[in-house]
């Protein structure tokens, strides 16, 4: 795996859940007004899905090495569901999974599958 790829995803995003921490203990009402979701419209992330391919190891690494299950391995899981592009999706548009540990398993299982 390329380490500094590795750095810059784990920088980018821990920066993402610091700055976003912030706004919601300056402004508590952000979460009611714009939802949890707006940190997919930060640049931090933005700048991880531009990495495109290069991200994906990092992502998973960070993922499958982390014991944690919070907003910084959510937000991994999701960058990761959106670069790789498996439709982890119910017939109603929800999504199959919850947890980044649950993408993790999807993911696993789709791979083994090819």
């Not at 009402?29 to 991880?48: A, D």
């Not at 990495?51 to 299950?69: E, F, H, Q, V």
């Not at 910084?72 to 199959?96: P, Q």
């Amino acid at each position: 795996m390329n380490i500094e790829n590795l750095e810059y995803v784990a920088y980018e995003l821990q920066t993402l859940v610091e700055e976003e921490y912030e706004d919601e203990i300056e402004n508590p009402e952000i979460l009611l007004t714009q939802g949890w979701t707006r940190v997919f419209n930060n640049q931090h992330y933005k700048n991880v899905i531009a990495m495109g391919d290069s991200a994906m190891m990092p992502l998973y690494w960070i993922i499958y090495k982390s014991s944690n299950s919070g907003e910084y391995e959510y937000i991994c899981a999701n960058a990761l569901y959106e670069l790789y592009g498996y439709d982890f999706s119910n017939a109603d548009g929800t999504l199959k999974w919850t947890t980044s540990k649950e993408l993790l398993e999807l993911f696993n299982a789709e791979l083994l599958n090819k």
